[in-house]
């Protein structure tokens, strides 16, 4: 069985979201990213673009949050920027380009209080349905695991690392 790379899953699931029209949203719209026919003033229309992140920037990104990213998330990172991507429960942290490092660094500090969950070693990237987060669990070398926003101390594993994660919910 040939397994998915994670580029071909979210091109897969980003396609589908272009082909029936989900990638719109009511604000602005980074100017790379705009789709080229808009037609209404307030909703636009977003397009993913190929990812502009650097290994560079993902080592400052690191440094400044003391975070070592896992590669396989590196990769998914460096593949394409988007608003919003959402497959099966998860939906990712928006990757816009120019500003997902904001993006990024306010999911992993500022989504909840740091106390929570980046204090304690668990790296939020993904909201999972109305439950709460998925996260990095940086004390199991980083397998995914859900934290529940409704008890504090609940960390549920979920998937050994990101790529596992990735293929299991685009099966769905």
């Known amino acids: 069985m040939i397994k998915e ?35 209404d003033e307030e909703w636009k229309f977003w397009l993913p673009v190929k990812s502009t992140v650097t ?15 896992p590669e396989d998330f590196k990769k998914f990172l460096k593949h ?15 990757h816009p380009i120019n500003v997902w490092r904001a993006s990024l660094r306010e999911m992993m500090l500022d989504t909840y209080p740091r106390e929570f969950l980046f204090d304690k070693g668990y790296i939020p990237f993904a909201l999972y349905s109305d439950w709460g987060l ?3 669990d940086t004390h199991h070398h980083n397998a995914v695991v859900r934290w529940d926003h409704e008890d504090a101390e609940t960390f549920e594993y979920q998937y050994q690392d990101f790529y596992e994660l990735l293929t299991e919910i685009s099966k769905v």
């Open 80 to 94: 394409k920027h988007f608003y919003e991507l959402q497959i099966s429960e998860i939906s990712f942290c928006p």
């Open 5 to 39: 790379t994670i580029e071909e899953i979210v091109d897969r699931t980003l396609n589908s979201w272009v082909e029936n029209e989900a990638n719109q949203l009511p604000c602005d719209i980074e100017e790379a990213m705009l789709a080229p026919d808009q037609p």
């Open 134 to 136: 998925l996260c990095f």
């Open 55 to 69: 290994d560079t920037e993902l080592q400052e990104l690191e440094a400044e949050t003391g975070f070592v990213f």
